[in-house]
């Protein structure tokens, strides 16, 4: 699995390529220092062991006009591994994702993801003027052939609207050309950033179901972050709860799949990460 780094070089350290002092095996790699990261590439052997970790943050700061939104973080993702992120609005969640994502590097500490990743936000993000085919192959390299598209489509259900305009589809279909925009990358690390937020609830369900079925058949490893303490339960390895810039809490789901919202396991569990929320259950409440 070939990785990117990103960490801050300090002024004295030399120009020339360091030895990487991260995970071996398929992670091992050699740092190339520029202003303000450092990349490291890989050249994976077919023997090589999977590496430990999809995701490794060490030390992790964020700051905004000197006020840390990110302070200090750690948090490792296993390969394969479905974890949930949750936390109140402005804890530092999607400021988080987009730094795993590469779209924030004015950062402090270390940053170990795949190569290959991929995003989908809670706005579906497609350009009117391309059909939905052409929209799920915008930003591949090269000229991929619209086979590629077509099959990404099939695998979300929205094979029939491969020659759609965006503004023709639904809610629910914009978000599944949103998915398969990022499976046809076939990314080791899939983010998702409350990308049901703005569905309806029968829709959401079903959105949860289709994300679900296809993280089992893919097996990257997903980031899902959330305000909908039930969904992160319903799909999710693992819970955390995100707090003034840490991981404050994690949560090991050791349910079944599928799961079961009346399960009274599934409702103990979303009790206690209401009340790690700050949110009063109904049984506190009476």
């Known amino acids: ?7 801050p070089v300090s002024p004295t350290a030399p120009e020339a390529a360091q030895t990487s002092s991260g995970p071996t095996g398929a992670d091992r ?3 190339v220092t520029v202003t303000k990261e450092v990349t490291e590439t890989t050249d994976a052997s077919a023997a090589a062991p999977r590496p430990a970790h999809a995701v490794r943050v060490e030390g992790l700061t964020r700051s905004f006009d000197g006020r840390p939104v990110i302070d200090d973080l750690r948090l490792d993702v296993r390969p394969g591994e479905f974890v949930a992120l949750l936390g109140r ?3 530092g969640k999607s400021t988080l994702l987009r730094i795993l994502a590469g779209l924030d590097r004015d950062i402090e500490g270390t940053v ?3 190569r290959r990743k991929a995003v989908a936000f809670q706005a579906p993000r497609l350009m009117p003027w391309k059909k939905v085919w052409r929209n799920v192959l915008l930003g591949l390299p090269g000229k991929p052939a619209r086979a590629v598209a077509d099959q990404a489509l099939e695998e979300v259900g929205l094979g029939h609207r491969s020659d759609a305009w965006p503004k023709t589809l639904s809610g629910g279909e914009a978000q599944r050309a949103s998915l398969a925009r990022a499976l046809v990358r076939e990314p ?3 983010l998702l950033d409350e990308p049901f937020g ?3 609830a029968l829709t959401r369900i079903k959105a949860q179901r289709l994300v679900g079925e296809l993280w089992q058949r893919r097996g990257c490893a ?4 959330t305000h909908d303490v039930e969904e992160a339960v319903l799909l999710a390895d693992r ?5 003034e810039g840490v991981i404050a809490h994690e949560q090991e789901i050791d349910l079944d799949r599928p799961r079961d919202i009346a399960d009274p396991r599934f409702a103990e569990i979303r009790g206690q990460l209401l009340e790690r929320l700050g949110v009063a259950t109904a049984a506190e409440a009476a």
């Open 89 to 91: 609005s402005g804890c």
């Open 1 to 7: 699995m070939a990785t990117h780094l990103h960490r």
């Open 239 to 243: 819970v955390l709860v995100m707090d």
């Open 222 to 225: 997903v980031l899902l972050v």
């Open 198 to 200: 703005a569905l309806d």
């Open 188 to 190: 080791d690390l899939l």
């Open 29 to 31: 790699a050699t740092e």
């Open 112 to 114: 170990l993801v795949p």
